[in-house]
């Protein structure tokens, strides 16, 4: 069973920045397609940033064109943990932020479609202040 646990969310000003963790169990995350989703209130989900799963030693990312520049997801292979890096917070970022974790891996290179995606986290908030 795979479970993942999202953290680091908060309040946060404009311009400023925050990290999020996302830790793992009961899978080694280099082996898979990992993203980051977002969700407003009112809003669907949306891809934010996505990793895809390790066959060289390059982990090839992609972003949404909203934070690209600003975010930056990446791999901590020891403590199997994803991280989006999220700098120069903007008023349109707020939202419940999601990892996930593509096990079929149907898709090869980076994963945007949600439905490809087999297990969520529960989600950290993520506020943003002008």
């Known amino acids: 069973q795979v479970q993942l646990v999202e953290s680091g969310g908060g309040l946060v000003q404009a311009g400023g920045s925050l990290r999020l963790s996302c830790a793992a169990s009961?899978?080694?995350?280099?082996?898979?397609?990992m993203g980051w989703f977002r969700q407003a209130p009112g809003k669907e989900r949306e891809f934010v940033a996505g990793?895809?799963?390790?066959?060289?030693?390059?982990?090839?990312?992609d972003y949404a064109d909203s934070v690209k520049g600003r975010f930056t997801i990446y791999r901590d292979n020891v403590e199997n943990t994803v991280y989006l890096q999220m700098n120069r917070l903007k008023p349109e970022d707020p939202a419940v932020y999601f990892c996930?974790?593509?096990?079929?891996?149907?898709?090869?290179?980076?994963?945007?479609?949600?439905?490809?995606?087999?297990?969520w986290g529960q989600g950290t908030q993520v506020t943003v202040s002008s």
């Open positions: 009961g899978r080694t995350l280099s082996r898979y397609a």
């Open positions: 990793l895809r799963r390790s066959g060289t030693t390059l982990y090839y990312a």
């Open positions: 996930a974790l593509d096990l079929n891996g149907r898709v090869f290179g980076v994963v945007t479609d949600e439905n490809e995606y087999d297990y």
